[in-house]
């Protein structure tokens, strides 16, 4: 069953003002808001997310930038992208991660748009099934299934630890200016972070508390198929973003055929 705030609001083009409200208060409620059938036009996408902040550029390679807009990141699957390793191009699952988690400060939200969903008849975890995950849900069951471990796993989640891409070192976990409760805080996750620090592990404790950490966040994550049309705008303090398997292609009669797949994304500050 969808969680209630994980049911879609409906985008009509006669109420955009409605909708507008309505996001606000499904942010202000649950830090995310879902549209259905908002329409696949970087310049509504843009216009309707400038309501909410600032839309940033990409801040790594510009090979997946839109053409109609730099704050647009295109995710879809070409061969040769995928060889090259272009993360805009990879096949594959993607790990719980924040966006743009070396910039400071934080960007406010992070916002997706499903322009294709692509081949949805493969097995479950093979579709491309959003994985979204709040935060102090991951923290309320470590505190429940390690009481007398939780503080010093939180304490060593603040504390800065080197991050891949970047000399200088950041904590994974920060204090909210606006946090509602003790479980309430920030978090930013590099998809590559954990095996980053692996081979440190014996100087950064930190490893130990990241793998407590990805593993309470594997149990309280929402696995979520996304239609064609949707958008998710969530708090990028509060809610991490990944995504099940994609398979890119397949050969039929010797030509590969591939996933048509497509995902915008923009970052706002
Ligand atoms: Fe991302």
Redesign the pocket.
Do not use: A, M, N, V
């Given at each position: 069953m969808t969680e209630p705030f994980l049911q879609p609001i409906s985008w009509t083009e006669a109420s955009e003002q409605q909708l507008v409200a309505a996001t606000r208060a499904a942010l202000a409620n649950a830090g995310i808001a879902r549209i259905a059938r908002f329409p696949s036009d970087a310049w509504r996408f843009i216009n309707f997310l400038s309501m909410f902040g600032t839309p940033l550029r990409y801040y790594g390679d510009e090979v997946g930038t839109h053409p109609a807009d730099a704050a647009i990141w295109r995710i879809k699957y070409d061969i040769a992208g995928a060889k090259r390793g272009d993360a805009h191009a990879v096949d594959g699952p993607?790990s719980v991660?924040?966006?743009q988690s070396l910039r400071m400060p934080r960007p406010r939200y992070?916002s997706m748009l499903m322009v294709n969903s692509g081949w949805q008849d493969r097995p479950a975890g093979e579709n491309g099934e959003s994985v979204l995950v709040r935060w102090s849900d991951a923290f309320k069951l470590m505190r429940m299934q390690m009481p007398t471990e939780y503080d010093a796993l939180v304490d060593q989640l603040l504390k800065p630890v080197p991050f891949p891409g970047t000399n200088e070192t950041r904590s994974v976990a920060y204090r909210l200016d606006s946090a509602d409760h003790e479980f309430d805080l920030g978090i930013r996750l590099k998809?590559d972070l954990l095996e980053f620090l692996r081979p440190t592990a014996a100087s950064h404790r930190a490893v130990h508390a990241l793998e407590c950490l990805a593993s309470a966040t594997r149990t309280v994550a929402h696995v979520v198929p996304l239609a064609s049309g949707d958008l998710v705008l969530m708090d990028n303090d509060r809610w991490g973003?990944?995504r099940e398997a994609v398979v890119g292609h397949v050969m039929r009669e010797g030509k590969p055929l591939i996933n048509p797949r497509e995902l915008w994304?923009v970052t706002l500050g």
């Open positions: 993607l991660h924040s966006s992070f998809g973003h990944g994304s």
